[in-house]
Nanobody, 131 residues
Framework: QVQLVESGGGLVQAGASLRLSCSAS?????????VGWFRRAPEKERECVAA????????NYTDIAKSRFTISRDNARGTVYLQMNSLRPEDTAVYYC???????????????????????WGQGTQVTVSS
């Protein structure tokens, strides 16, 4: 059984930064796991934020994240990060990491922004940005 655990959320003021972490137990991230970050704001649908290939060599972002967020991973530590800078009140949401172990662990040709493509999800970490 795989468990994903997110951490690093909190309450910050607009313009601040946070770094979210996602770690896995039950299966190693460094064994071809693609990891994505999603978020869900109150009364809104889940949104895709970013994803990273198993090697960390490829990272994809949606418009939400471009120029402000950076996804990275440290496979030696079994952790994937989402560095969020210049946070805005509209970034307030529960942030989830998701993982799928597949193929060569690349993002190419995958549905990396489709939540249903992922096999495992964490419980989420709350990020609240005050104005």
């Amino acid at each position: 059984q795989v468990q994903l655990v997110e951490s690093g959320g909190g309450l910050v003021q607009a313009g601040a930064s946070l770094r979210l972490s996602c770690s896995a137990s039950g299966r190693a991230f460094n064994m071809y796991a693609v990891v994505g970050w999603f978020r869900r704001a109150p009364e809104k649908e889940r949104e895709c934020v970013a994803a990273v290939s198993w090697s960390g060599g490829t990272a994809n972002y949606t418009d939400i994240a471009k120029s402000r967020f950076t996804i990275s991973r440290d496979n030696a530590r079994g952790t994937v990060y989402l560095q969020m800078n210049s946070l805005r009140p509209e970034d307030t949401a529960v942030y989830y990491c998701a993982a799928r172990w597949q193929g060569d662990g690349s993002l190419s040709g995958t549905s990396w922004c489709d939540g249903y493509w992922y096999d495992w999800w964490g419980q989420g970490t709350q990020v609240t940005v005050s104005s």
